[in-house]
């Protein structure tokens, strides 16, 4: 059975930092590329990072530059989402995906539709 198993969400203050954690089971990460996604309440759903699997091509979105560091854990399986100086503009819902026929772009995160997603953690940023 595969799936992503998301934790680390929660309540920040702006500025403050969260880890989101995606655990992968089932397959490797080390043959997928990886990406974060999320989702605010009336918005559609967004790309906030992407990594390749194989050429190294990273993708963030101009809103999380120099914020947000994406991160694969090869012993772990696990893939993260490093969040710091957070504002309450990153409130979301977030979610892991791991999609071998992603391409991650300059500007975007491809997705195949072929991937597999994670269930999805709230992220909330207020004070």
């Known amino acids: 059975q595969v799936q992503l198993v998301e934790s680390g969400g929660g309540l920040a203050q702006p500025g403050g930092s969260l880890r989101l954690s995606c655990v992968a089971a089932?397959?490797?990460?080390?043959?997928?590329?990886i990406g974060w996604f999320r989702q605010a309440p009336g918005k559609e759903r967004e790309g906030v990072s992407c990594m390749g699997g194989s050429d190294g091509s990273l993708y963030y979105a101009d809103s999380v530059k120099g914020r947000f560091t994406i991160a694969r854990d090869h012993v772990k399986n696990t893939m993260y989402l490093q969040m710091n100086s957070l504002e309450p503009e990153d409130t979301a819902v977030y979610y892991c995906?791991?999609?071998?026929?992603?391409?991650?772009?300059?500007?975007?995160?491809?997705?195949?539709?072929?991937?597999?997603w994670g269930q999805g953690t709230q992220v909330t940023v207020s004070s």
């Open positions: 089932g397959f490797s990460l080390d043959y997928s590329a």
């Open positions: 995906v791991a999609d071998r026929g992603m391409a991650v772009l300059g500007t975007t995160c491809e997705l195949s539709g072929a991937g597999y």
